[in-house]
Nanobody, 124 residues
């Protein structure tokens, strides 16, 4: 089982940017895709984006609206989520996941593993 280690979260002012990283530790990432989710305490975990690991095809949730960019570096076994023009409503814990099966619209169907989450706080 691939262990995913996230980093890059923190406190940022509205309008700023962050790049979150998700590194596969100890193993070569061999799942079909990597996805990112986010969760606010007391609410459901929301899908953000998926990248197909081999082809690099990307999918985004409707709310993303060009502020989020998912990418991956196969050689580094690492996926990324770039978030620009951050808003207070982006405050959440962001999770990455190794995905075994992806639906046709890019949403994950089954998972191999999850990261521990990284906190993003957007506040002035």
């Amino acid at each position: 089982q691939v262990q995913l280690v996230e980093s890059g979260g923190g406190l940022v002012q509205p309008g700023g940017s962050l790049r979150l990283s998700c590194a596969a530790s100890g193993f070569t990432f061999n799942s079909a895709a990597m996805s990112w989710f986010r969760q606010v305490p007391g609410k459901e975990r929301d899908f953000v984006a998926t990248i197909m690991w081999g082809r690099g095809t990307v999918y985004y949730a409707d709310f993303v609206k060009d502020r989020f960019t998912i990418s991956r570096d196969i050689g580094k076994n690492t996926g990324y989520l770039q978030i620009d023009i951050l808003k207070p409503e982006d405050t959440a814990i962001y999770y990455c996941a190794a995905v075994r099966v992806v639906y046709g619209d890019g949403r994950p169907a089954t998972f191999d593993s999850w990261g521990q989450g990284t906190q993003v706080n957007v506040s002035s």
